[in-house]
């Protein structure tokens, strides 16, 4: 085939178009070339007719010459400004004296096309820059940032929280950097986020697994950077498989990032598959930390309905504006436990740490603390984790009483199926005996929810587990359960995009149940015992919730969302919750208060003196819940309050401990 022959100007038309398509830089270029050629020719032109044409004379008549410099200067003059055409006005006589404003005139056209260009030009790259900063493509210069990659529902709640603990520094940052409008993300947190003190929030557009983009939000300068899973609880299992490979490869990104930076900063990530989990902290040593937020959320929904009221006691130990577990150095070694305890007037002692056993929260009141052991301490405010040199308070031994719950066949009714459900009852079955029942309300259970179930009962033998097919939303089918048999009746929500409506749903079986109870109330005379616990999508929703009746609510993506912003902070309290929330060792209780005194309760009862009778039972006091009529779940509750304080407290109170078992 005959190879095509090209004219020279097709080659030059080719290398122009290339030279101008590289780039801002090489039209910026040939600006100056044009203007550098414009400049010379209407220089060389000027010159030209000076030197053919007079251009002043003198008082005699005689002709004036302009010098070379003169005429650049003037060319320059008139080509960048055009008032500088006067200066031709008095140019020549006649003929000539038009000949002169001619070539001005070239020039300063020449000049004006240039300047056009050149400001069409400066425009458009404006315009581009502004374009760019808003969809969020500049790099990020900061230090010791929080950065979180991936933006979600939750994290509104994860911002705020960060806020909050960010608000007694001089000057701190948030960084996200998602697949999302830079200017929609500004927009939303302007709106949700208006009170902001010393942080500021800084948002990027970008694929989070992409190292050009994880550079540009400096990863390897941050404190803690926070990897959201891509999609929600209510997806398809299908994309919440995509999301976790999405999340195990922003984390293969980050530690690429990381390769060579020296101080590695702490990395926090959530799977949905818990196989996974393993993969993920074998990437790295040390500094990154694995959520696992259903199995979290599953146990506290289950330990809340065994101590109504916990739900808000552990709402305000993760978030930033209550109180708080640090670690500190112990300066207190060779002492027992309880005497060490009352060294602290703003804060409770509640475990220590050992290289060798790992931590233990309630370790015993004749617990020996080493000098290389390091304190856990609940208290609101790192100014009080120093101890006195002293006892702040010496306790009263008052009469002991030692009663316990005595276990008893239970049974429990979970209305609803979701991802945690397999968990809640797992869990539940490390607390109620065997031979107890557990029916699961379900109105149109799936082939793969029945087979959940299946495996269960083949699992845990010795449980019943019955199914009630009907639907929640019945009163006459509800009706018809007998509900007060039952000790707790657990609300699971249906995950859905929409939280409203997932609410609304729950809030729509509250009042049908609350009905069913003040009619059996009414009838019976006497108050129904079950107690009611569910979930909460929405913490807008809180209020309307907290009318139906309901003992006791978890807020789910709003406590995840704390979880998040504390571990960022100090990975180091993810321990705690791993100790708290694990089969063995001590957990949270709220118990009666006629479990430690004899009655009536001794008058002028201090904080103090609870925290020895709590002793005695092998647990640590760290507050007290009051329990007066109308009071809800979320009210009444006081944590780490000061040894001297004098108790307005009653039989029917609580003593909320940190313990090994309920009983």
């Known amino acids: 085939m005959k190879q095509k022959q090209y004219k020279w100007r097709d080659y030059l038309q080719y290398r122009f178009d290339r030279f101008i398509s590289s780039g801002p830089k090489s039209i910026f270029i040939s600006l100056i070339v044009m203007f550098s050629v414009a400049f010379t020719l209407t220089a060389l032109l000027r010159i030209s007719v ?19 410099d003169e005429n650049l200067w003037l060319t320059l003059m008139q080509i960048t400004d055009p008032g500088a055409m006067e200066q031709d006005t008095n140019n020549g006589k006649g003929l000539d004296h038009w000949i002169f404003r001619g070539v001005g005139l070239f020039t300063i056209l020449t000049g004006l096309i240039f300047f056009s260009a050149m400001i069409a030009f400066i425009t458009t790259q404006l315009e581009e820059k502004m374009e760019s900063l808003k969809k969020g493509r ?46 929609e993300m500004d927009d939303f947190f302007k709106r949700h986020v ?73 990395i926090i990530a959530q799977t949905y598959n818990a196989r996974l989990n393993r993969v993920l902290e074998d990437l790295s040593t040390g500094n990154i930390h694995i959520l696992d937020i259903e199995d979290t959320i599953a146990k506290i929904i289950v330990q809340t309905s065994r101590s109504v009221g916990l739900s808000t006691v552990y709402s305000e130990l993760i978030s930033f504006s209550g109180m708080e577990f640090y670690f500190t150095t112990s300066k207190i ?52 984790l120093q101890s006195h040199a002293t006892a702040v308070l010496k306790p009263a031994d008052y009469p002991f009483t030692d009663r316990r719950i005595d276990r008893r066949v239970e049974s429990e009714l979970i209305i609803g199926w979701n991802s945690k459900a397999v968990r809640v009852i797992r869990e539940y079955y490390k607390y109620i005996p065997e031979e107890s029942r557990m029916d699961l309300l ?40 007998n509900l007060t048999q039952y000790d707790n009746i657990i609300i699971l929500n249906k995950i859905e995009d929409d939280f409203e409506k997932v609410d609304s749903g729950t809030i729509a079986i509250l009042l049908l149940i609350r009905g069913i109870f003040k009619e059996y109330e009414k009838e019976n005379r006497h108050k129904v015992r079950t107690k009611l616990i569910t979930e909460v999508m929405n913490s807008d929703n809180l209020e309307l919730v907290s009318k139906t009746g309901v003992n006791d609510f978890i807020i789910s993506n709003q406590m995840i969302s704390k979880v998040y912003a504390q571990v960022a902070m100090d990975p180091s309290v993810l321990h705690i919750y791993t100790e708290l929330f694990k089969e063995e060792g001590s957990e949270i209780y709220l118990k009666p208060l006629v479990y430690y005194f004899e009655l009536p309760v001794p008058e002028n009862l201090r904080f103090v003196d609870l925290m020895h009778a709590a002793f005695k039972r092998r647990e640590v006091a760290i507050g007290y819940r009051l329990k007066r009529p109308g009071t809800l779940a979320h009210e009444g509750i006081v944590l780490n309050p000061s040894k001297h304080t004098v108790l307005d407290i009653g039989p029917e109170d609580f003593v909320i401990v940190i313990a090994e078992n309920e009983l």
């Open 194 to 266: 208006p009170e902001r003190g010393n942080t500021k929030i800084i948002t990027r557009r970008g694929n989070p697994s992409s190292l050009e983009a994880l550079n540009r939000v400096a990863v390897a300068d941050a404190h803690s950077v926070i990897v959201m899973p891509f999609v929600n609880e209510a997806a398809p299992d299908s994309e919440k498989e995509i999301s976790d490979s999405k999340v195990i490869k922003t984390v293969l990104g980050i530690v690429a990032a990381l390769s060579e930076n020296a101080a590695k900063p702490n």
């Open 333 to 384: 070694a060779g002492m027992r436990f309880e005497d060490a305890s009352y060294l602290f007037d703003k804060s409770i002692l509640a475990g220590v740490q050992r290289t060798d056993t790992g931590l233990l929260l309630n370790p015993g009141h004749d617990f020996t603390i080493r000098p290389e052991d390091r304190l856990v301490l609940l208290s609101d405010s790192e100014a009080f």
């Open 442 to 481: 379900l109105n149109q259970p799936t082939v793969e929810t029945l087979n959940e179930i299946q495996s269960l009962r083949e699992s845990c033998p010795g449980r019943n587990i019955n199914i009630i097919r009907t639907n929640p939303t019945s009163g006459e089918e509800l009706e018809k359960l």
């Open 50 to 68: 000076s030197q053919l044409v007079p251009a002043q004379y003198d008082e005699q008549g005689n002709r004036i010459m302009r010098t070379l």
């Open 138 to 183: 500049s790099n990020v210069i900061v230090s010791d940032h929080i950065l979180i990659l991936g933006f979600t529902e939750r994290t509104l709640d994860i911002v705020r929280e960060l806020v909050e603990a960010l608000k007694h520094r001089f000057r701190s940052h948030i960084v996200i950097l998602a697949e999302k409008e830079k200017d």
